[in-house]
């Protein structure tokens, strides 16, 4: 943006935004349209659970492409949240999701597991009682923070998935404003994106929730390193 100033320097600074979340957000839909097609299908059903055969090429295509495919979202917010500039957000993009495939694919089958029982425990038992129907549902919040926050550590820090997943636990639990701050901007994003200006969903959901998540994930690390080197010096 060097040259630029005034309402020309924003103008351009807007349509450079505009751009990256855009890309990546398409190569994003791109990767996981097999999934979409699924789900869309489950969706036209009602999610019957007549349709079985639908779920296990779901359960299978998570892990080696939602997850692996969301990493590589995060580590790109990341970087324009560090000011990390790339010639080519397509190259770097794959980069990110190659690069740590294995590991990302791994921790997807945990993480696919985990949901597969909270969704069957939610299908099968919150039409018991009201009380049992809430608290799976705020079990599912829970981990629906985790998973985000899990994502934005993953990116971060170089942690064994071990670790990971006890981090994601302490970060998500032991920061209550964090946490509604994760669940509140993704839920206000997904709202707006299905039933008001659904051409977000397809252009900025997918990397504007990344951008928001890990930006409010990284500051919350620079307090916690501050308080850190306080208590060091002290």
Not at 182 to 205: A, D, G, Q, R
Request: proline share 3%; with cysteine; glycine share 4%.
């Amino acid at each position: 943006m060097q040259g630029f100033s005034g309402f020309t320097g924003a103008l351009y600074s807007t349509t450079e935004w505009i751009m990256r979340f855009s890309v990546v957000n398409i190569l994003w839909l791109i990767i996981n349209l097999p999934i979409a097609i699924i789900l869309l299908s489950l969706y036209v059903n009602s999610f019957s659970i007549e349709f079985v055969a639908y779920y296990v090429p779901l359960i299978l295509l998570v892990p080696i492409l939602f997850v692996p495919s969301t990493m590589g979202l995060f580590a790109m917010a990341r970087d324009w949240v560090l000011k990390i500039e790339h010639p080519s957000l397509m190259r770097a993009y794959f980069s990110y999701m190659i690069s740590n495939y294995k590991k990302s694919s791994i921790a997807g089958l945990m993480l696919t597991f985990v949901w597969v029982i909270w969704i069957m425990d939610f299908y099968f038992f919150a039409n018991e009682n009201d009380l049992l129907l809430m608290v799976i549902s705020i079990l599912g919040v829970v981990l629906f923070v985790c998973t985000v926050n899990f994502f934005s550590l993953n990116v971060h820090f170089q942690m064994s998935i071990r670790e990971l997943l006890k981090n994601t636990f302490f970060v998500t639990i032991g920061s209550p404003l964090l946490f509604l701050l994760v669940l509140l901007i993704n839920f206000l994003l997904l709202y707006l994106s299905v039933t008001k200006l659904i051409f977000m969903f397809p252009l900025f959901t997918g990397s504007l929730s990344a951008f928001v998540s890990f930006t409010i994930f990284y500051r919350f690390t620079l307090k916690i390193q501050e308080k850190a080197l306080v208590n060091k010096s002290n």
